[in-house]
């Protein structure tokens, strides 16, 4: 089996190697995937940096049309001028707010302000009220506006966060007020800012608004996994002294995201406001799902006939190692156990055509074959004068008795010359013939032939009697016969010392008829005659057939 162990040491190696491979390049292709990630939320980080400017931008070059409008600037400058009018004035400024305001298309403000030179609001438009007569005096951006600065801010006005724009209004050469645009910090308004990236706003632990990307291929996170990290952002050093986060992994129920927490640029981040961009983690790549993961193109241009080929290569030579190490030997096994079954029974196999384990199959078939023949030959031993069926059979048994103690019809022809035939009248025509000698012991070798009248053929060397039935005899007469050969038999087995246990007169009967019969049949006699006798130290009996 050495091949075999060494073919399947190959393959395991192999596979060990393979596998191993598997798993390095899936880390690797994780590592990857998360590294990518990485990459593309500093990107993103980049990129919404330059569209916070941009945006912020946008809105102080929409914000010229309404500082600069006619309407607005006449009326605010009358209202600088004589305080008093002011009732007056502030419907017609309002009017003309919203005019411009609706023209500002999809920069429209949610919070459109027009402050006068003393930071009162005069007037306030846009979808979030119109309520006035509030101050604004004091915030950094508006006291800029007022001194001629054009600025942008993010503003906490409640629970609300507005992102602020400011401008002058300048008429004469005079800073008669400032425009105070603000847009509402809302779901949509972030989903603008990105289409590949989740951007977030939250105000200490609360979330404000999440944005979710344009494209629907891109997974994003619930509201509620992106304020995980914020109750611990009071913990992280880079963001208290740098204003910006490490970069935090988020767990989802179906993705794994990477967030980036920084405070908001502006008067807002003094409470608690900043902002958040979030971006997926590309799920790790498992080692059943390659295939998957590979385009189709990369699996058309994998070697498949040298992969097939090389499969069926391997599978080739582990089947014949396999049929010469294991299966072949077992069937030569197979074989010569068969083989048993018409051989000796005290023939064995022969270990030393086998090897290693099938050689160790043959010993232990050897092994046990040996003792249940010992056991056979022991229950004999011990059983076999006491009881009935180990010398004349099972009782529905239609075999003869032991060979070893009777010898019947087909053993005679060795002991006896055939019975002459019957007697047949001589034709008309032949002369008369003397008559025969009788039937005597055959002279020995080189002597001479026996004359004259002789004896009668006595019993055997060793017989105690020979006894024959009367041709014609009754049934009572031939059962005494029968039992006087039964008595004859037992007596002589006792005196040799064995077993007569069992040895019943009705099956001895049995069987001295079945023999007598069918002695009768082959040869045509009249009487079968039963000697008793002594043969190898053991009692026989012996049926001779007698013609007359």
Same mark, same amino acid.
């Given at each position: 089996?050495?091949?075999?162990?060494?073919?399947?040491?190959?393959?395991?190696?192999?596979?060990?190697?393979?596998?191993?491979?598997?798993?390095?390049?899936q880390?690797?292709?994780?590592?990857?995937?998360?590294?990518?990630?990485t990459?593309?939320?500093?990107?993103?980080?980049?990129?919404l940096?330059?569209?916070?400017?941009?945006h912020?931008r946008?809105?102080?070059?929409?914000?010229?049309?309404?500082?600069?409008?006619?309407?607005?600037?006449?009326?605010?400058a009358?209202?600088?001028?004589?305080?008093?009018k002011i009732?007056e004035?502030?419907?017609?400024?309002?009017?003309?707010?919203?005019?411009?305001?609706?023209?500002l298309?999809k920069?429209?403000?949610d919070?459109?302000?027009?402050?006068?030179?003393?930071?009162?609001v005069l007037?306030?438009?846009?979808? /979030? !009220?119109? $309520?006035? =007569? @509030?101050?604004?005096?004091?915030?950094?951006?508006?006291?800029a &506006?007022?001194?001629?600065? %054009?600025?942008d801010?993010?503003?906490?006005?409640?629970?609300?966060?507005?992102?602020?724009?400011?401008r002058?209004?300048?008429?004469?050469?005079?800073?008669?007020?400032?425009?105070?645009?603000?847009?509402?910090?809302?779901?949509?308004?972030?989903?603008?800012?990105?289409?590949?990236?989740?951007?977030?706003?939250?105000?200490?632990?609360?979330?404000?608004?999440?944005?979710?990307?344009?494209?629907?291929?891109?997974?994003?996170?619930?509201?509620?996994e992106?304020?995980q990290?914020?109750a611990?952002?009071?913990?992280?050093?880079?963001?208290?002294?740098?204003?910006?986060?490490s970069?935090r992994?988020? /767990? !989802?129920? $179906?993705? =794994? @995201?990477?967030?980036?927490?920084?405070r908001?640029?502006?008067? &807002?981040?003094?409470?608690? %406001?900043?902002?958040?961009?979030?971006?997926?983690?590309?799920?790790?790549?498992?080692?059943?799902s390659?295939?998957?993961?590979?385009?189709?193109q990369?699996?058309?241009?994998?070697?498949?006939?040298?992969?097939?080929?090389?499969a069926?290569l391997?599978?080739?030579?582990?089947?014949?190692?396999?049929?010469?190490?294991?299966?072949?030997?077992i069937?030569?096994?197979?074989?010569?156990?068969?083989a048993?079954?018409?051989?000796?029974?005290?023939?064995?196999?022969n270990?030393?055509k086998y090897?290693?384990?099938?050689?160790?199959?043959?010993?232990?078939?050897?092994?046990?074959?040996?003792?249940?023949?010992?056991?056979?030959?022991?229950?004999?031993g011990?059983?076999?004068?006491?009881?009935?069926?180990?010398?004349l059979g099972?009782?529905?048994?239609?075999?003869r008795?032991?060979?070893?103690?009777?010898?019947?019809a087909?053993?005679?022809?060795?002991?006896?010359?055939?019975?002459?035939?019957?007697?047949?009248?001589?034709?008309?025509?032949?002369?008369?013939?003397?008559?025969?000698?009788?039937?005597?012991?055959?002279?020995?070798?080189?002597?001479?032939?026996?004359?004259?009248?002789?004896?009668?053929?006595?019993p055997?060397?060793?017989?105690?009697?020979?006894?024959?039935?009367?041709?014609?005899?009754?049934?009572?007469d031939e059962?005494?016969?029968?039992?006087h050969v039964?008595?004859?038999?037992?007596?002589?087995?006792?005196?040799?010392?064995?077993?007569?246990?069992?040895?019943?007169?009705?099956?001895?009967?049995?069987?001295?008829?079945?023999?007598?019969?069918?002695?009768?049949?082959?040869?045509?006699?009249?009487?079968?005659?039963?000697?008793?006798?002594?043969?190898?130290?053991?009692?026989?009996?012996?049926?001779?057939?007698v013609?007359?």
């Amino acid at each position: 089996m050495f091949l075999s162990r060494f073919w399947t040491l190959l393959l395991v190696i192999a596979v060990a190697i393979s596998v191993s491979v598997l798993m390095l390049a899936q880390d690797l292709i994780n590592r990857e995937r998360e590294e990518n990630s990485t990459s593309s939320l500093y990107k993103e980080l980049d990129k919404l940096e330059v569209a916070f400017t941009l945006h912020a931008r946008k809105r102080l070059d929409v914000l010229i049309s309404v500082s600069a409008d006619e309407d607005v600037t006449s009326n605010m400058a009358a209202i600088a001028h004589t305080p008093k009018k002011i009732d007056e004035y502030r419907p017609k400024l309002l009017t003309a707010l919203n005019r411009m305001n609706n023209e500002l298309d999809k920069y429209r403000a949610d919070m459109l302000l027009a402050v006068g030179t003393n930071g009162d609001v005069l007037v306030k438009t846009g979808s /979030k !009220g119109r $309520d006035h =007569d @509030f101050n604004l005096a004091g915030f950094p951006t508006v006291e800029a &506006a007022l001194r001629g600065y %054009v600025r942008d801010d993010v503003w906490k006005l409640g629970s609300d966060v507005y992102l602020i724009a400011t401008r002058p209004v300048i008429q004469s050469g005079q800073y008669v007020g400032a425009i105070v645009h603000g847009v509402l910090v809302t779901d949509a308004m972030a989903s603008m800012l990105s289409s590949t990236a989740q951007v977030a706003y939250f105000s200490n632990s609360v979330m404000v608004a999440v944005g979710t990307p344009e494209s629907k291929d891109v997974p994003h996170a619930k509201d509620s996994e992106i304020a995980q990290p914020l109750a611990d952002l009071d913990n992280d050093k880079q963001f208290i002294q740098k204003g910006r986060s490490s970069i935090r992994r988020i /767990k !989802g129920a $179906d993705q =794994d @995201f990477l967030a980036v927490f920084s405070r908001i640029r502006g008067e &807002a981040s003094l409470n608690g %406001v900043g902002w958040a961009v979030v971006v997926p983690v590309s799920r790790p790549i498992a080692l059943t799902s390659i295939y998957e993961e590979a385009g189709s193109q990369d699996v058309e241009n994998l070697p498949w006939v040298t992969l097939i080929g090389s499969a069926i290569l391997v599978l080739l030579l582990g089947w014949f190692w396999n049929y010469f190490e294991s299966e072949r030997p077992i069937s030569k096994l197979y074989k010569a156990i068969v083989a048993l079954e018409k051989a000796d029974v005290k023939d064995q196999l022969n270990v030393y055509k086998y090897k290693r384990n099938v050689r160790k199959i043959a010993k232990a078939f050897n092994t046990v074959m040996d003792a249940k023949l010992r056991t056979l030959m022991s229950n004999i031993g011990e059983s076999g004068g006491r009881n009935v069926s180990n010398i004349l059979g099972d009782k529905t048994d239609e075999s003869r008795l032991s060979s070893a103690s009777f010898r019947f019809a087909e053993d005679i022809d060795d002991d006896i010359p055939a019975p002459p035939s019957a007697f047949e009248a001589p034709p008309p025509d032949a002369k008369p013939k003397k008559p025969a000698p009788p039937v005597g012991p055959t002279p020995a070798r080189g002597g001479k032939p026996l004359t004259g009248p002789q004896k009668p053929l006595g019993p055997p060397a060793g017989t105690t009697g020979v006894h024959q039935p009367n041709p014609g005899t009754s049934p009572a007469d031939e059962k005494a016969y029968f039992q006087h050969v039964h008595a004859e038999f037992v007596a002589l087995k006792q005196k040799l010392g064995e077993p007569v246990d069992g040895l019943t007169f009705d099956r001895f009967e049995v069987t001295l008829k079945k023999n007598r019969d069918a002695l009768v049949a082959r040869y045509g006699c009249k009487a079968v005659k039963f000697n008793v006798y002594e043969k190898d130290g053991k009692a026989s009996l012996k049926a001779i057939p007698v013609k007359s």
